[in-house]
């Protein structure tokens, strides 16, 4: 049997990358078009912004095959579209039934959860905090700090991703709003719209 050889990886701090990653990917403001509350403060911001990064993943995929995992870093800018702090897109598994760890490296924000029926979690993450986001939860992370939030993740390699989930719902139940004071809370998103029985029977069957 031909084994695989080990992978080494560093995950650069300051830059919010893997070092040694076999893919990348950038998201500019433009990218995240619709995903904010407030669209006049996004037409302004994205004027301003003009093609800068809101978040950055590194990765590194040994293979895609079943029980393989895949290993990365995600860097999200500090900032906020009107009140609302930035935001990853965010997903729900293809396999919906696969689980992720993120790592907090540096800065602070939240891993925002929501159940396929619509129940909402939201777990603070600063450095050196891990969180398990269990199997059928959608995910997404939100810096909610000044600085950038940068976090080291792990998932099964064929977990995939389904970002359609939450667009067909109008979003995320709540949205992570500045509370005035520096922190941050909880809105209802006026937008959502949740989703069907059949949907919901659909993500738990989507497991393999
Ligand atoms: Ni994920």
Redesign the pocket.
Known sequence: MTLMEPGVCRVDVVRGQLVGATSHYVKTLADLEGLYEDAVAFDALKGAMSDEVVYEVTDYKPSANPGDMIMGVTRVRPGKVGREYFLTRG???ANAN?P?MYYGESGCGLMLLESPEGEIRAVEIGPRTLCY?PPYWI?RSVNTGSAQLVMT?A?PAD?G?DYAIIEEAGGMKSRVVDDGKGGWMLVDNAGYRGRSARRVERVYASAL
């Open positions: 997903h729900i598994h696969r992720e986001v995910h993740f998932y977990a991703q």
